[in-house]
């Protein structure tokens, strides 16, 4: 039944978008939970649950797509400095969305990894996060990759630590320093970057999120709150990526410019 899989996903997609300039890495700021909870009357709890309902649905529809990574920022390095009842919702949210989605997760053959510094998290949030990841390690389909405990810039100053580490033992020299170096030592090490970054609930910056990944990477920002961003809206994001010229610093080769 794998050739139906295959038809079906080709047919799923929308006629207007070219198969061929589909990204192959999508990341998302998953923006607008407490507001949509808010305008609702509902704690702003109840704006992560469903937030995770999104989520799900954005996954199912990167993979029928045809997209090969999705990065979603779950919670930043920054976000520590919300209320404590929030803070701790999010952890046990994390924890038991895991371990309930584990096995459709290893049904539709999704490779789930954690990017951050997990070693800041709950210990049995880290146990879950190792058992979700090493249990999917060797699934072939979407990398579905969940930014916990991130900060772009706590990234980058990591890998700083490490590099200089590696040349003060003498492991390596000061001019191995170079793009594809310092990118192994980043959390997403062996992901390609980015080529689109979506942001709902309207805001226009990245807030820290995927700094040295997002150098050329096309950035999309719609003002619909994240738990109402959908297929369709995914479908508008797409089409809108698909318009853009990516020249990366260089000329277009058809017009010159
Ligand atoms: C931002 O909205 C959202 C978050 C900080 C949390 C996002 C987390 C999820 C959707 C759950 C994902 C679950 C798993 C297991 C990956 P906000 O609270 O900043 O909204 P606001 O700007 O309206 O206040």
Known sequence: MLTMNVKQSLIELPSDLQQQSIPNHVAVIMDGNGRWAKRRGFPR?????KGVDALKNLLRCCDDWGIQSLTAYAF?????GRPTNEVEFLMTLFERVLRRELAQMMAEDVQIRFVGDLTGLPESLQKEIAYSMEKTSNNKGIKFNIATNYGGRQEILHACRVIANQVKQGKIDINDIDDRLFENNLYTHGLTSPDLLIRTSGEMRLSNFLLWQMAYGE??????????????????????????????????QENGK
């Open 45 to 49: 709890i109840v704006g992560h649950q």
């Open 219 to 252: 950035i999309y920002v719609t003002d619909t709150f994240w738990p109402d961003f959908n297929r369709q809206e995914f479908h508008q994001a797409l089409l809108s990526y698909q318009k853009r010229d990516r020249r990366f610093g260089k000329l277009n």
């Open 76 to 80: 930043s390095t920054e976000n520590w």
